[in-house]
């Protein structure tokens, strides 16, 4: 700590006091609250409302639906490839 000289050689400590800092919030920040994971990869079912249950279940067959689509639409560009090289030769 810096010293300054008082009257006839006498030392006395400087006050320092902190550089204020912008943009620093001032109160604490609140604890951070996370979602349980499951360790086996299960996910852990609490569905009261049986309108989400619905829903989710919509959802879950309609993913199947669309992966079943990209996986025809794959197989039909893979088709279409084949004919395409099959007739420039």
């Known amino acids: 700590m810096a010293k300054q ?3 006839r050689g006498r ?6 006091s902190p550089p204020a800092l ?3 919030p001032t109160t604490p920040e609140p604890p951070v609250r996370r ?3 499951p360790v086996d990869g299960t996910e852990l079912v609490q569905q009261t409302d049986p ?4 829903i989710h279940c919509a959802l879950s067959y309609q993913n ?3 992966a ?3 996986t025809l639409l794959e ?3 893979a088709g279409g490839e084949e004919t395409e090289t099959e007739g420039e030769e």
């Open 5 to 7: 000289m008082q009257g």
């Open 35 to 37: 979602w349980p994971h």
């Open 75 to 77: 197989r039909i560009a």
């Open 64 to 66: 199947e639906l669309l």
């Open 11 to 16: 030392s006395r400590p400087a006050e320092v």
């Open 22 to 24: 912008s943009g620093v």
């Open 51 to 54: 309108a989400l249950h619905f």
């Open 68 to 70: 079943d689509i990209k």
